[in-house]
């Protein structure tokens, strides 16, 4: 039997670390378990090649991270640095390329060289996402309030929120049903005709999910990647030096000033409950650490199917967990290069090209293909890349001269995180590989060292049920007040002192931190309650 903490946290992923951070940071004894024998969770740096090489294995970029936290946690005086990311680069099958640089007048002429309407329409397809990002971005570093509860709190929480609709025109109201309920197509398809922008951008309707550019939903998707802040920019993207690992590590780093403990290779086997209140929680070494308050950032699948006993949790959360769809067809490909590639269509080196996010897709139908492809069972004859070179920038993560390649790609069947077919997963990396060699010959060959993370790996590894990055589908029937189960989106659960804070929750998706600042906000919020109700 240990001293005990007033909070253990199950899993020590980016989300389990901010907890950590905030919750100690308010006085209270806390204590981190994580599986895997470094923190990170998908957000992590590892050495697959050898000790002169650092990959990030899984996330690759920053964005959502709130600026606030950033202040709050002091992260820069633990490493915390971020370099802008460049512009989107599609080079083309055809010898051409298109880049979205963010001068106004360069941007035109680029998408101009496909479709002058294109160029036209462009500035109102932006304004249109800036004005429904406006509405839902500050929604999503709220905690939900219950809609459909009639108990006074509740009721407060609902008002709050129809006192921020206020400023919701019936323009915007369609705008944004329309947004949430369509595909990326549907919303391409109002402004774009060329095959080399609308491909461009309907990857960042379905990049993590399992789902086609004319799958439902995907518009939101979409919108998802605009909202976040990057050294003051709204919707830019970086690359932490040192890899996300970096992030991680300065997480750690602030928990630990704040006098938090974290446990590394402490998997954790059970959690433990008495009369509907947590106790604490079994480690899988045999020792019990009670503690009043429990978070679990782990997977909901993991958490209240494996964790603990379902028959003590209420039979419709439980079959909303059952439910819960985390379906993905993501392959992650890291790569070692003896050199950069040299694009056939713009071979000089630019670090707005090379530091970029290079997209290969051809078009939008081309993207659909490849879905469907997948949803029949057969890895993708075309898969599509989000593909990033952060050595461009940070000369910490290679040895001088060569880089570091993330080609972040999509699909093979979903079924594959259950079932893998590691034959067809190698295939599937070589089309990858012969994708970008086409683009930008010698490409191959400059290939020194390869790691192909497939769905079952992720799930297996990382603990991504069903390899879904996301932790779940950021589908509309799993998004804010159901996201992951009815009546349980304020991070509580059915268990007094049980609260959950992983990217299943709401606000998750991505590299956010927001589920865990907004778990310790619900906990010190619940722990004056008590205080009131004692007094």
Not at 96 to 113: F, T
Not at 201 to 222: K, N
Not at 251 to 269: D, H, K
Not at 283 to 298: F, I, N, Y
Request: include cysteine; aromatic fraction near 8%; charged fraction near 20%.
């Amino acid at each position: 039997m240990t001293a005990e903490y007033d909070a253990v946290i199950v899993g020590g992923g980016h989300n389990g670390l901010v907890a950590a951070a905030y919750l100690a940071r308010n006085g209270l004894r806390t204590l981190v378990c994580e599986r895997r024998p470094i923190v990170g969770g998908a957000a992590v740096s590892e050495h697959p090649f050898g000790p002169d090489y650092t990959v990030t294995s899984l996330s690759y970029v920053v964005s959502l991270l709130p600026p606030r936290l950033v202040h709050d946690l002091r992260l820069d005086r633990h490493g915390y640095h971020v370099y802008p990311q460049g512009p989107y680069f599609a080079p083309r099958a055809d010898g051409r390329y298109l880049r979205l640089p963010p001068d106004h007048g360069e941007r035109y002429a680029e998408i101009a060289k496909f479709s002058k309407s294109d160029a036209d329409a462009y500035d109102g397809y932006e304004a249109r996402l800036a004005r429904i990002g406006a509405v839902l971005g500050p929604l999503l570093s709220q905690i939900p309030p219950k809609l459909g509860s009639r108990r006074p709190r509740d009721l407060l929480g609902q008002s709050l929120l129809l006192r921020h609709l206020r400023a919701v025109d019936t323009r915007l109201a369609v705008d944004i049903t329309r947004l949430m309920t369509g595909s990326i197509a549907d919303l391409l398809d109002q402004y774009f005709t060329s095959d080399a922008l609308r491909g461009l951008l309907s990857v960042s309707g379905v990049i993590g999910m399992w789902a086609g550019p004319r799958s439902p939903g995907t518009g939101y998707v979409a919108l998802h990647h605009h909202i976040g802040e990057a050294g003051g920019q709204t919707g830019a993207w970086g690359f932490p030096r040192g890899g996300m690992g970096a992030v991680t590590r300065a997480l750690a780093a602030a928990a630990r000033g704040f006098g938090a403990e974290i446990r590394t290779g402490t998997p954790v086997a059970a959690i433990t409950n008495r009369e509907g209140r947590v106790t604490g929680v079994d480690l899988a070494s045999g020792e019990h650490v009670p503690a009043s308050t429990v978070v679990t950032t782990a997977h909901p699948a993991i958490s209240f199917l494996q964790l603990i006993d379902p028959a003590v949790l209420p039979a419709d959360f439980v079959a909303d967990i059952r439910g819960w769809q985390s379906r993905s067809g993501t392959v992650k490909i890291n790569l070692a290069l003896g050199k950069l590639p040299v694009f056939a269509s713009h071979p000089a080196f630019d670090p707005q090209v090379h530091g970029g996010t290079i997209v290969l897709a051809e078009s939008l139908d081309e993207i659909e293909i490849s879905f469907q492809e997948a949803v029949y069972g057969s890895p993708s004859s075309a898969p599509f890349a989000d593909v990033c070179m952060p050595s461009v920038f940070d000369d910490s993560l290679a040895p001088a001269g060569q880089h570091i390649m993330s080609m972040f790609t999509q699909w093979v069947p979903h079924t594959y995180a259950d079932q893998p077919d590691e034959e067809q997963l190698g295939l599937y990396a070589d089309r990858m590989i012969a994708r970008m060699d086409d683009l930008a010959p010698g490409f191959a060959d400059s290939v020194l060292h390869r790691q192909v993370i497939g769905p079952s790996q992720m799930q297996q590894e990382y603990g991504i049920v069903g390899g879904n990055i996301f932790h779940g589908e950021l589908t509309v029937g799993q998004m804010f007040h159901a996201r992951p189960a009815a009546g349980y989106a304020d991070l509580r659960t059915p268990l007094s002192g049980l609260y959950q804070a992983g990217s299943s929750t709401h606000g998750g998706g991505g590299v956010t931190g927001i589920p865990g600042r907004n778990v310790v906000r619900q906990i010190l919020a619940d722990r004056r309650a008590a205080r009131w109700r004692r007094s």
